[in-house]
């Protein structure tokens, strides 16, 4: 089995090739929890699956994405990510946002996102 910093970095650079859900199916648990900042946690790999695709499904185009940093340990990794995107509906956003990843026997279980609500 691969080591969380080769992980990692197959999953980031799935992301950078347009290969998230790809990626999703076979890096995620089944009951993975995902979390936006302090938000209520979502729990589950179908129903966060569908929250991917809504959110890749809003994007009209990707201007840039870029991973900044990322580190890793045992069984957690973090990745630092700016992108430049432009919406569906026409907004533009240049988001900066932390991926804090907890792995466990090579999958996700918990992935918590960190970034400005500004």
Request: proline content about 1%; overall charge negative.
């Amino acid at each position: 089995m691969a080591n969380v910093a080769e992980l990692n970095k197959k999953l980031d650079d799935a992301v950078l090739a347009g290969k998230a859900l790809e990626a999703f199916d076979e890096l995620y648990a089944e009951d993975v929890v995902m979390q936006e900042n302090s938000d209520a946690p979502f729990v589950g790999k179908a129903f966060n699956r569908n929250r991917e695709i809504e959110f890749f499904s809003s994007i009209a185009e990707i201007h840039s994405a870029a991973v900044l940093s990322s580190a890793s340990g045992d069984d957690i990794s973090f990745s630092e990510w700016e992108m430049d995107l432009t919406f569906k509906n026409g907004y533009r956003a240049k988001l900066s946002q932390t991926a804090v990843r907890r792995w466990k026997n090579g999958q996700i279980v918990h992935e918590r996102f960190y970034y400005s609500k500004g």
